[in-house]
Nanobody, 124 residues
């Protein structure tokens, strides 16, 4: 059983930066992604990477501001959030799927394992 533990959320002001971390137990052969959700809305894709970390994909709303990276030696995926906006406020979830594919996936239905979520709040 894979466990994902997120950390790094918090309360920041618009324009600030945060780095989210997600540590995975078990083997490293996982493609990973970040999603986010606000109350009353569906969970939405933020960023994804392949198991090597060699390919990445981003939602248009975060492209150029957020960066996903993966450290397989530490079994950890990161999400660097720069130039934060109030509309980035959400619970951010880490997700993983067993895959050696070089193609990223941006649907939540493609991911088997989920973290508990970490709150990011951006004040204006």
């Amino acid at each position: 059983q894979v466990q994902l533990v997120e950390s790094g959320g918090g309360l920041v002001q618009a324009g600030d930066s945060l780095r989210l971390s997600c540590a995975a137990s078990g083997r490293t052969l996982y493609a990973m992604a970040w999603f986010r959700q606000t109350p009353g809305k569906e969970r939405e894709f933020v960023a994804a990477t392949t198991w090597t970390g060699g390919s990445t994909d981003y939602a248009d709303s975060v492209k150029g501001r957020f960066t996903i990276s993966k450290d397989n030696a530490k079994n950890t995926v990161y999400l660097q959030l720069n130039s934060l906006k109030p509309e980035d406020t959400a619970v951010y979830y880490c997700a993983a799927r067993k895959s050696l594919s070089g193609i990223t996936r941006n649907s939540e239905w493609d991911y088997e394992y989920w973290g508990q979520g970490t709150q990011v709040t951006v004040s204006s």
